[in-house]
């Protein structure tokens, strides 16, 4: 049986994380085209300044939630915070069930409806392929055991084509650091799922190259 953690009747969305952050941060300047990185642990934990100097891009990643408390909290973390660019990086905790089983269906409603939120409100939006899984450590076990390949693979595909048909920007991590066995390799990440510096050193490559073709394509 799944025991929900108690913090989510309380504020399921974690919308208070940022709160003071976002009211702090104010307008963007004249001319700066902000950046907002939007996702889950892997962006909670990427240090954006080590990683993009002199960019000042927004970290607004939360460990462990799902694209449905992502949806809840893009108003406050996103559209508030008046970017030009959203860099989402989601699904992997909505594969291993954290806020209980979810269908790859419900998954790709709750991108598609942050993708449209983005193009109302003038924001281009990119979104992340859903990175690989290794189990090479005993601390890798538990993340591979709930992360099956087949999902990971399926909700990629889906992701490559809703962005293609919907000129959306598409950053493909999985591919830079998945092995010829399709898992994450090994050195890119300690625990098998979370980028160490060597990971993360390759998701800046794709992740600049895709906000860079992003900002620079005409908007639909």
Not at 5 to 32: I, V
Not at 136 to 149: C, D, E, K, T, W
Not at 154 to 178: H, I, P, T, V
């Amino acid at each position: 049986m799944r025991i929900f953690n108690r913090k989510f009747f309380n504020d399921f969305g974690n919308l208070y994380r940022f709160r003071d952050a976002n009211a702090a941060l104010g307008a963007p300047a004249s001319g700066e085209r902000r950046v907002v990185f939007f996702g889950d642990s892997i962006t909670d934990l990427w240090n954006l300044d080590a990683s993009f100097p002199g960019m000042n891009y927004i970290n607004r990643g939360i460990g462990g939630q799902t694209t449905e408390q992502l949806l809840l909290r893009f108003r406050p973390d996103v559209i508030g915070l008046r970017p030009a660019l959203v860099m989402i990086l989601a699904g992997t905790n909505d594969i291993a069930g954290n806020t209980g089983p979810m269908t790859q269906e419900q998954t790709a409603g709750n991108f598609a409806t942050m993708a449209e939120l983005a193009r109302l409100h003038g924001i281009r939006a990119v979104f992340g392929s859903v990175t690989p899984v290794h189990h090479a450590s005993p601390a890798a076990l538990n993340y591979f055991a709930l992360r099956p390949q087949h999902r990971i693979q399926a909700l990629n595909a889906w992701l490559k084509q809703y962005c293609a048909g919907e000129r959306l920007g598409y950053a493909d991590y999985f591919s830079a650091m998945a092995d010829e066995h399709g898992l994450m390799r090994r050195e890119l990440a300690d625990d098998g799922l979370h980028p160490n510096f060597a990971g993360y050193a390759v998701m800046t490559l794709v992740a600049q190259a895709a906000i860079e073709n992003a900002l620079n394509q005409t908007v639909p």
